[in-house]
């Protein structure tokens, strides 16, 4: 057994790009040894910014030799009445590789056919790997190649180099003009000269003495023990980002943490624009307090080793010192004017083309919110409209234009220094909310009820032009709108009709919307019923229990929520299988001819009559247990009914000549089924028995 050792030199690859690649060429080579037959160990990958780099221990040295059968033409057709072969058996032989001689006959369905066994060598595994890996290069999946230099083939940055080993040997092959060898090089400043690898290990060795941590997961621990010192010494630490962490780690080869300080009089600025600008701009680590104040200190990951004369340390304060400036002067420039008087520049920004300005929705977000508002905290309506009027205001400020992320937490700032209400200034920095997996919706209801307001009236107006979301195509974002809104009424627990809020969000569209109204509510149903499907399934709910209540329909967010808890609690009854059986004949059978009410004059067999009765009993209970939402126990009275469904099905002919009894008898199961039907369907439930 031998190894296989990969590694790709080039100039710094983007951060992004490297976690991918390198689960990429994992796969790519495990599925190349699994179909050429070839047993390896498990595979490691390793990279930094300058390198992509794996190994497979235990790899074969060349294929196992196979014998491969196959079947040819019938016997009756491949001899003649002499005995002696046909063109049909000369032919099949031929086109096998074999002296007809060697054809042998096997007996199949069709009867008896010749077979051609071939034995097929085995290949060193070096051939192979010569012929595969330059294709593996060439199609590695960049988001983003280009050609560089004199390269004829794209590629995420300029290859330097290719290291190349099996068994610790040079494989011989190129790609695009460089040939592998066993050279690996340095780091770029601290050690660049080239070093001669043999294998994993060796690599591992003289990586470290060329100022190489190759590990990923090694570098990333070395930043964050490096991060938690320097923060502890000034008192701080720094709140935990795995997205910062990530990134930083793979922006260097050999990382070293240096503490920058910056003037106090910066704090003044809001803590989101320093940190915006820490971490986003600048890949800095802000430090904080243990109350989760900044502290004047920031912490940057160097590529190189601290020097004395602090030269690192002091050119990343003069940057952050800049940018500091810059964003205070935006910041007392746009508090010169209170908030509302920056609405007005909203009639020259486009929200979209069609649906118009950014001043347009502005207005309907403060409809919408204003009728949300009346409905489930209508004390809050008022705020609820004055933070829907002011929540697009900042988009104008030279703040937001220069950091467009600080959108809406910018405005909250502004409206307080503006004087508006306390309540009003955090629903309009919180309205946004959720804006991505893992966000809290925002903390208080005229925050809730302007979010709401704001996705809704995007998710409308979008789809009502044509924009619906479809494959990984979305834009605007609208599938991730659709599950913010029902996070945050689910949240609040509100009793919201979805049916309501569509209809009061269509009318200031109407004049702009291409579907039609029908249309509209259609799709954007089924994009809720989706999102609300993707929600359930990703808490362990079974996929034919959201389908049976979604089913139903999608109406109230919260009941439909509490529906699926209840009947996933009673499909863990040992009695569900056979209950969801009978419930799906009742509606299986079910035809329009069953509509109206029952005639219990027209009931003749003691079986029908028990079972109205038997509804008669439960349809009290039932409606006011699902009217008070007690889903769960609405569900256990309806259970009684199942033996009453049982011994109709066993005695009772539905389907008899007599249409008056065919009719009536349907007309009762379809009273039966409409004890269930606002609840689950159960034709969507999947059982074992047929």
Request: aromatic share 8%; charged share 30%; proline share 6%.
């Amino acid at each position: 057994m031998a190894e296989l050792f990969l590694e790709i030199g080039t100039e710094e690859i983007p951060a992004g790009y490297i976690d991918p690649a390198l689960g990429y060429l994992k796969q790519e080579l495990e599925l190349f040894f699994d179909k050429n037959r070839l047993k390896s160990g498990r595979g490691k990958t390793l990279g930094t910014p300058r390198r992509l780099a794996l190994s497979f221990p235990g790899v074969q040295a060349r294929q196992e030799d196979v014998v491969e059968s196959f079947l040819g033409p019938n016997v009756k057709v491949a001899y003649g009445p002499d005995g002696k072969p046909t063109p049909a058996a000369l032919g099949f032989a031929r086109g096998k590789g074999v002296d007809v001689s060697a054809l042998t006959v096997e007996s199949t369905p069709k009867g008896d056919v010749l077979c051609a066994r071939v034995e097929k060598r085995g290949q060193a595994t070096q051939i192979l790997l010569c012929d595969f890996l330059p294709q593996l290069l060439r199609n590695l999946p960049f988001p983003k190649k280009m050609r560089w230099m004199s390269r004829e083939l794209p590629f995420a940055r300029p290859m330097h180099w290719i290291v190349a080993l099996f068994d610790g040997q040079p494989l011989k092959f190129d790609f695009d003009g460089i040939a592998a060898s066993n050279r690996s090089e340095g780091h770029r400043f601290l050690r660049p000269e080239a070093f001669v690898v043999t294998g994993i290990k060796d690599y591992l060795v003289q990586a470290g003495e060329h100022f190489i941590v190759v590990d990923p997961g090694e570098r990333r621990h070395r930043i964050q023990v490096q991060v938690e010192g320097l923060a502890g010494e000034v008192g701080g630490r720094v709140e935990a980002d795995p997205h910062l962490l990530d990134e930083v780690t793979h922006l260097v080869e050999y990382p070293v943490a240096i503490r920058g300080d910056f003037d106090a009089r910066y704090l003044e600025l809001p803590k989101e624009l320093l940190v915006m600008t820490m971490k986003h701009h600048q890949r800095y680590f802000p430090v904080t307090a243990e109350d989760g104040k900044l502290l004047p200190h920031f912490i940057t990951i160097s590529n190189m080793q601290a020097d004395r004369g602090r030269k690192i340390k002091h050119g990343n304060e003069r940057v952050l010192r800049a940018r500091l400036e810059d964003a205070r002067f935006f910041f007392d420039e746009d508090r010169k004017e209170k908030l509302e008087a920056f609405n007005e520049g909203l009639k020259g920004v486009v929200f979209q083309k069609v649906l118009g300005t950014s001043y347009e929705k502005m207005t309907r977000i403060v409809s919408l919110a204003g009728y949300a508002a009346g409905l489930v905290c209508p004390e809050k309506k008022e705020k609820a409209e004055r933070a829907a009027g002011l929540c697009k205001a900042d988009l104008v400020t030279q703040m937001v234009y220069e950091f467009p992320e600080l959108q809406g937490i910018m405005g909250g700032y502004y409206a307080l220094h503006s004087g508006e209400d306390p309540e009003v200034a955090e629903a309009i920095k919180e309205h946004y909310r959720p804006a991505f997996a893992g966000d809290a919706p925002p903390s208080g209801p005229v925050g809730a009820v302007v979010a709401l307001a704001d996705k809704l009236d995007t998710i409308l107006g979008c789809i009502g032009v044509g924009l619906i979301p479809s494959g990984s195509e979305d834009p605007y974002g609208l599938r991730r709108h659709a599950l913010g809104i029902i996070q945050i009424v689910v949240g609040y627990d509100w009793q919201v009709s979805l049916g309501d809020l569509i209809e009061k969000g269509l009318e200031p569209l109407r004049t702009k919307i291409k579907l039609s109204p029908e249309e509209i509510r259609s799709h954007t149903l089924d994009l809720f019923s989706q999102r609300m499907k993707t929600l359930l399934g990703g808490e362990d709910y079974a996929y034919d229990v959201i389908d049976a209540v979604l089913s139903t329909g999608i109406d109230r967010f919260v009941d439909v929520r509490l529906k699926v808890s209840a009947l996933a609690d009673l499909k863990r009854q040992p009695h569900f299988e056979p209950l969801a059986i009978a419930f799906r004949r009742v509606v299986s059978i079910l035809t329009d001819e069953g509509e109206g009410e029952v005639r219990p004059g027209l009931l003749a067999e003691p079986q029908e009559k028990r079972l109205f009765e038997h509804y008669q009993a439960l349809k009290g209970p039932v409606e006011e247990k699902t009217a008070n939402r007690e889903f769960a126990g609405a569900l256990e009275k309806i259970v009684e009914i199942k033996s009453s469904v049982d011994d109709f099905f066993d005695h009772v002919m539905v389907m008899v000549d007599d249409p008056s009894l065919r009719r009536n008898r349907l007309c009762l199961l379809r009273h039966i089924s409409g004890l269930f039907a606002g609840l689950a369907d159960f034709s969507k439930i999947v059982v074992k028995k047929s």
